[in-house]
């Protein structure tokens, strides 16, 4: 029997690697090497637990990631700004794995990418502030003009699109949160606009069906969403599943910057720019490739029932 072909998985411990290792293994196609600074980790070794080749670099180390890729069928690609929120990191790390996987003639590459919102509003417009120098929304543009380099080189690559984690509801403070007086509410600049939103956990089956399709998607663009609504909606489901009434406080871009936790203002640009390019912004995205990519993608609902005791712990 021919040997498994290799699928390198960068950030293999993150919400969008560890859940692209896990679906390598349960599907069984391809063999999976999952990336990480240190192996030594309580998730590096689940992983290696579950017969996953546990493989150490660093994206700041440029030799280790010729390495790790060396051999390998596959690459999935992918940064994460809030650990440093540097727009130069973001920058270096992507050349990084880029020349890494042009080093060691990777078949497929699929780079986790976002927009570079200034091609729908440049930095001299008044209409939002612009942020370290020369950007609207850094974790953003500072992936998409980074595109170029992997269709520049020449890589077989696939340009993947993700969107808005639900996850980030108990991960960084988006969920209900209680009002002194007891009622819960969520709180977003994006009035009635819609947004397209996933399960972190759904974003590795489809970076998975990105790869079983191969060259069907290579020298695509694809973006990926689990669903597309707006906040009241969000918060008519939220309120049906937590069991408590959940309001939508709809506050003005320019509040939701002055909030002051670390990048409240890159996010509150981002949001802005949903709601003002709502079209662009979702028209990216399908929810009909996401099922073809991904059948079991899971509803807001079906995700929600799941982690609500993570969204809304018991006081």
């Known amino acids: 029997m021919a040997e498994k072909k290799i699928i390198a998985v960068v950030g293999a411990t993150g919400s969008q690697g560890s859940g692209l290792v896990r679906a390598i293994l349960n599907d069984g196609e391809f063999s999976a090497r999952a990336i990480t600074r240190d192996v030594t980790t309580d998730k590096a070794r689940a992983l290696a637990d579950a017969c996953a080749e546990v493989v150490a670099a660093d994206l700041d180390d ?116 209680k009002g002194e007086d007891g009622s819960y509410a969520i709180t977003f600049p994006l009035g009635d606009h819609a947004f ?28 990926i969403a689990g669903e597309i609504f707006n906040c009241r909606q969000m918060a008519a489901t939220l309120s049906r599943v937590l069991g ?39 028209g990216a995205r399908s929810l009909e490739l996401t099922r073809r990519l991904h059948p079991g993608v899971q509803s807001f609902e079906q995700w929600l029932v799941k982690y609500k005791d993570k969204v809304l712990p018991a006081s």
């Open 62 to 177: 440029a030799g280790s990631l010729e390495s790790a890729f060396a051999g390998a069928h596959g690459a999935y690609c992918v940064t994460f700004f809030w650990a440093h929120f540097s727009t130069e990191k973001e920058n270096q790390h992507a050349r990084s794995m880029a020349n890494a996987a042009r080093a060691a003639g990777v078949g497929h590459v699929v780079w986790s990418t976002l927009e570079d919102t200034r091609q729908w509003l440049p930095t001299s417009d008044p209409r939002m502030p612009t942020l370290q120098e020369k950007y609207n929304v850094p974790h953003f543009d500072a992936k998409g003009e980074m595109d170029h380099v992997f269709t520049d080189m020449g890589l077989p690559v696939t340009l993947f699109r993700t969107c808005f984690y639900w996850d980030n509801m108990y991960m960084f403070g988006m969920g209900p949160q």
């Open 244 to 282: 408590v009434e959940v309001g939508y406080n709809a506050v003005p871009a320019d509040v939701y910057r002055s909030f002051g936790f670390p990048g409240a203002d890159d996010i509150g640009n981002m949001f802005q720019t949903w709601a003002d390019f709502e079209s662009e912004y979702v």
């Open 196 to 223: 397209p939103s996933i399960a972190a956990e759904d974003i590795g089956p489809c970076a998975l069906g990105v790869f079983k399709g191969g060259g069907a998607y290579i020298g695509q663009t694809v973006g």
